[in-house]
């Protein structure tokens, strides 16, 4: 079976529509062999909250060293998102694996009317992939209510309940007091509930089953709200003989609710220390719950999608100073419309949306609805959500805010104007045009004849559009097989440059999505850069410099300061565009260094080089990264892909660049892998995050480098596939770095890691040919050498 028929086996299943109760998912689940049977299992139930609580419970059992499953839902781009392991969704090839296997299962229970939902069979995915990976704990957010829900066949360790709203009323009940004790059922047998729950929706659920309370000071787990500190919010929590105090990346007071539930219930799993909670609380991310994606004007992504969830979106923008407010709603059809209409903020501007689901409202009564409870707002009908966003932003001035809210379907389909990528797969036997056409004396615009193969993804109805208008035009498109209804489709395009132009022409696309592709076909690499970045005109070469006694090449080489700033001025002088002042080893199963430690390392040769190259600083402390900014540094070089929450805004409040790498793990663990479908794509899709994160807080990506981070849980095979296609990563509009110098990739080729230097500069040799604008090296003169080869053959094409 191939991956797209698996998906459209498993999306097929939405014809069975909902059904309460756990017995046919048992039924699945014990086909399976009871994958579920010996799970260490959190549920988590509420009306709002759950998926944010999921991803923070996550991020703190992550911190506290356990490997972790976590099962969220809708997804927003890809249904793998919804079955994640460690962080990272599962892959292709186990989708198809486990569809393979339920095939016969589901055509056989459909003949007696007892065929899996779409829900169920998921639920069984994640419970299946957890047990495959040997998971430590399995995360679980319940679907509706708790008791009949496909997560209650789990015999949970450890349970949550959020919050409770009046929703799925004709499922859980009509009262607050009803849906409260449909979402009890989940309670463990031998551990108290945790809730952050009030008023007679606590006092229902403490009839039934014992329980842990969140909230103020006289719950067993107290939240104090600090507010907005910038692009994150403060939190203090503290439970008796613990507390804590940190920043969320999730915004608003109804997260730090959450933060304490995560908390509660991290430590009846796993008993963390201070420091997990606290660091793992600040990595958690969740996109699409009011996400930031730009500041002038304000522009926020939230899934709102009742009545309770859009009170928070209104109490969270209180946050926010600015002038008007523009609002686009598109939600789903079974939704209460009024009771969100009148929970969101007062609008100046309404405008009306649909995603592209089948169970979506129409424009048209959400237009009206909207209108009654905002009675002085002008309303505007745009039925493709990137279009109606793009609509509201073209009326906004800079001190306005724009918001989307009412479905996560509505938000993914808005957030992918900036977060799709276009890649250019390289075509080995693709001629250089332009040099060719200007020998042969041909016409400047017969360059539009170059030939483009292009790969995105794009909701099913753009896709269409899109590939009609380039089959009319002349050229080539095919979309992927797969039918996922509620989200975007692989396409590829074959088509010259002047057929991509006229088809975008003809084409109905929404703005955001004509733009970024005519952005990728009117250039070859990350786009415009500032002049005064080593990158801008040729591939810059960084000198690796390891201010350490225990770096895996030349640890012990250069850990005394002057040492070091000798070895700094021997690179500059052999050519080093960049030098890389690293005071940390990451080499698999390094020890930490204290951040001390590590700035009165790197910080007397920074102060020393700084006025002569361009110097780049290696660390993942956002205080090691600030004392070296302070000391004359250009760059934060990040091999944690940013995960330290204040790395960003030091950065941002820099003129400095910075380098987002991925890596599964810093330092690498040795013991654990990542599994990749297409280690290429995959790498790219996990890049997408830390990079908009960079840039919605004011970073432009030509100061973004991206890594994929060859050698770091990747094998040789794997990174050499990174470097034989490297060019791909200029889909996400950056400058590209390539870290390859001495590593262990090279032995298979049969050269010793550590002691490889012509391996190396074959590497390097490769990667500019590839199109890397940063080449990260220990040997700069033999880097020197190949880029200088590689450049003086590409200026010198077709000339003789």
């Not at 990728?520 to 990350?526: E, Q, T, Y």
């Not at 020890?591 to 700035?599: G, K, N, Q, S």
């Not at 262990?744 to 500069?761: I, L, W």
């Amino acid at each position: 079976m191939e991956y797209h028929e698996a998906v459209s086996s498993l999306f097929d299943l939405h014809r069975y529509g909902t059904r309460p109760g756990t017995d046919a998912c048992r039924d699945l689940l014990a086909e399976l062999s009871d994958p579920h049977a010996d799970l260490t299992a959190v549920q988590i139930a509420g009306s709002n909250g759950k998926g944010s609580t999921a991803r923070m419970l996550e991020s703190v059992l992550r911190e506290a060293g356990l490997t972790v499953g976590t099962f969220t839902s809708p997804h927003l781009e890809d249904v793998r998102e919804r079955v994640r392991i460690d962080g990272r969704p599962i892959r292709r090839a186990e989708l198809t694996a486990f569809v393979e296997r339920i095939d016969p299962i589901v055509t056989d229970r459909a003949q007696s009317g007892a065929a899996p939902t779409f829900f169920e069979a998921v639920t069984a995915l994640a419970l299946w992939a957890f047990d495959r990976h040997a998971v430590d704990v399995a995360i679980l957010e319940v679907g509706i209510g708790g008791r009949y829900d496909a997560t209650s066949v789990v015999d949970p360790a450890a349970s949550a309940i959020t919050t409770v709203t009046l929703e799925h009323t004709d499922t859980l009940g009509e009262t607050i007091p009803e849906i409260a004790r449909d979402m009890a059922a989940v309670a463990p047998t031998d551990r108290p509930l945790v809730t952050a729950t009030s008023g007679e929706a606590r006092a229902v659920i403490d009839d039934e089953t014992a329980i842990t309370t969140v909230g103020g000071p006289d719950d067993d787990v107290c939240v104090t709200d600090h507010g907005r500190e910038g692009l994150r919010w403060g939190v203090g929590l503290s439970g008796g003989d613990w507390s804590v105090e940190t920043t969320l990346d999730l915004l608003g007071p109804h997260q730090t609710q959450n933060a304490g539930v995560a908390a509660a219930l991290a430590r009846q799993i796993a008993a963390p220390d201070e420091r997990a909670i606290t660091d793992g609380l600040a990595r958690a991310t969740w996109p699409g719950r009011f996400e930031v994606l730009d500041r002038d004007p304000l522009v926020v992504l939230d899934g709102a999608h009742n009545p309770g969830a859009c009170e928070r979106l209104r109490e969270t923008l209180a946050a926010f100073e600015f002038d008007r407010l523009h609002i686009v709603v598109g939600a789903m059809a079974d939704k209460d419309h009024r009771g969100m209409a009148e929970a969101l903020p007062e609008a100046d501007r309404i405008v009306a949306t649909r995603p592209a689901n089948d169970r979506a409202e129409t424009p048209t009564v959400l237009s009206e609805t909207l209108g009654d409870a905002h009675p002085g707002a002008t309303r505007v009908i745009e039925p493709d959500v990137e279009d109606a966003l793009e609509v509201a932003l073209a009326g906004a001035e800079p001190s306005d805010a724009v918001v989307l809210a009412g479905s996560l379907y509505a938000v993914a389909e808005a957030r992918s104007g900036w977060t799709r990528t276009v890649v250019e797969p390289r075509i080995d036997d693709d001629p250089s045009l332009d040099a060719l056409f200007d020998r042969a004396s041909v016409a400047d615009n017969a360059i539009d004849a170059r030939q483009r193969t292009l790969h995105t993804r794009l909701p099913v109805a753009h896709a269409r559009a899109l590939d009609h208008a380039i089959e009319s035009a002349g050229g080539s498109c095919w979309i992927s097989g797969y039918a996922d209804r509620t989200g975007p489709v692989d396409v590829v395009v074959m088509a010259t440059e002047a057929t991509v132009r006229r088809a975008l022409n003809a084409a109905d696309l929404p703005t955001t999505v004509e733009n970024r592709l005519r952005d990728r076909i009117g250039r070859a690499g990350a786009g415009e850069v500032a002049p005064d970045w080593p990158w801008a005109d040729d591939p810059a070469i960084m000198g690796i410099l390891n201010v350490t006694p225990d770096s895996f090449h030349d640890g012990g080489e250069y850990d005394e300061a002057a040492d070091a700033i000798d070895r700094a001025r021997e690179m500059i002088a052999n050519g080093a565009d960049i030098v890389d002042v690293g005071g940390e080893s990451t080499r698999p199963g390094a020890d930490p260094v204290d951040a001390a430690v590590e700035r009165d390392r790197v910080v007397p040769v920074i102060d020393a080089i700084a006025d002569d190259v361009c110097v780049s600083v290696d660390t993942r402390k956002a205080s090691v990264a600030r004392a070296a900014l302070a000391a004359g540094a250009d760059i934060v070089n990040d091999v944690s892909g940013l995960e330290d929450p204040a790395m960003v805004p030091t950065v941002a409040d820099s003129d400095a660049g910075v380098v987002v790498m991925d890596s599964a793990d810093t330092p690498v663990d040795p013991t654990r892998s990542v599994a990749y479908d297409d280690v290429v794509r995959d790498v790219i899709d996990a890049l997408r995050d830390p990079v908009l994160r960079a840039e919605r807080a004011g970073i432009d990506r030509d100061r973004i480098l991206v890594d994929p981070g060859l050698g770091f849980g990747k094998t040789a095979a794997e990174s050499f596939a990174l470097l034989d296609r490297i060019d791909e990563f200029h889909a996400l509009g950056c400058p590209v770095m390539v870290g390859h110098s001495q590593k262990s990739m090279f032995e298979a080729v049969d050269r010793p890691a550590g002691d490889c230097p012509d391996a190396t500069q074959a590497g390097t040799t490769l990667a500019v040919a590839r199109g890397a604008d940063v080449i990260r090296v220990h040997d700069v003169e033999r880097a020197v050498i190949a880029r200088d080869v590689v450049e003086t053959a590409h200026a010198t094409r077709f000339d003789h």
